[in-house]
């Protein structure tokens, strides 16, 4: 089976643009979460969509949302970037069978490094 | 709510070396702990996990992690490590009871093995 895969790799932007970032999960997993990588904050955990419903929600503003499709494809968008939104993006895919999930293994893609200037 | 910290944040260690990173979790419930690891740009990949049972857990690439519930620990070892173990690595809860995946990751711990 092909991995979790993310588009762009790298991204660079100006403050004040947004940007939108995709993710395919593997095939079959229906629930996609994103996190936040930064030196400062570490791994942050953003939101789950899990059969196109936004299932968990992390603490981030709410310029940061996503959306899932009904391939289960997801994208995140983030409106208005400033300096502080400069972070490796990363996607993880599980299956979702579980209804309470949290014993799935989260299998997570290479990551979108978004850089803002 | 959860924490997870991780005590080192960086661990020299030599080829053929033992090496034990430590992780120490906060929670008012049970959980769920993680071992992730993740090499230089890449994402993370699941070394190991302890739902339930056994207290001590085998992972791949020959580590094992042993769950202490009285003191609220999840240290990871390896009683040989390679070059290739170099990388950053990772300790993350979740929460049997809430519904979907939520993972809660320590700070990471830099594993620098050297020749």
């Known amino acids: 089976k092909a991995g979790v895969t993310q588009t762009p790799r790298y991204l660079i932007k100006t403050r004040g643009q947004q940007v939108t970032l995709s993710c395919s999960p593997i095939s079959g997993h229906r629930s996609v979460s994103w996190y936040q990588q930064t030196p400062g904050q570490g791994l942050q955990f953003l939101f789950e969509?899990?059969?196109?419903?936004?299932?968990n929600k992390g603490n981030f503003p709410g310029r940061f949302s996503g959306r899932q499709f009904s391939n289960s494809r997801s994208e995140m968008n983030v409106s208005t970037l400033e300096l502080g939104d400069s972070a490796l993006y990363l996607c993880?895919?599980?299956?979702?069978?579980?209804?309470?999930?949290?014993?799935?293994?989260?299998?997570f893609g290479p990551g979108t490094r978004l850089t803002v200037l | 709510a959860q924490s997870v910290t991780q005590l080192d944040s960086q661990v020299p260690v030599f080829e053929e070396a033992p090496v034990e990173l430590r992780c120490n979790y906060s929670s008012s419930v049970s959980v769920y702990l993680f071992w992730y690891v993740q090499y230089p740009n890449q994402g993370l990949q699941l070394l190991l996990k302890y739902l339930s049972g056994s207290t001590l857990v085998k992972g791949i690439n020959g580590f094992e992690a042993e769950f202490n519930k009285s003191q609220t620990s999840f240290h990871l070892r390896k009683p040989s490590v390679h070059i290739s173990d170099t990388a950053e690595y990772f300790c993350a809860v979740s929460e049997p009871q809430a519904a979907g995946n939520k993972l809660t990751f320590g700070g990471g711990t830099r594993v620098l093995v050297k020749p």
């Open positions: 969509y899990f059969s196109e419903t936004q299932r």
């Open positions: 993880a895919s599980s299956s979702g069978k579980l209804a309470g999930g949290s014993t799935d293994t989260q299998y």
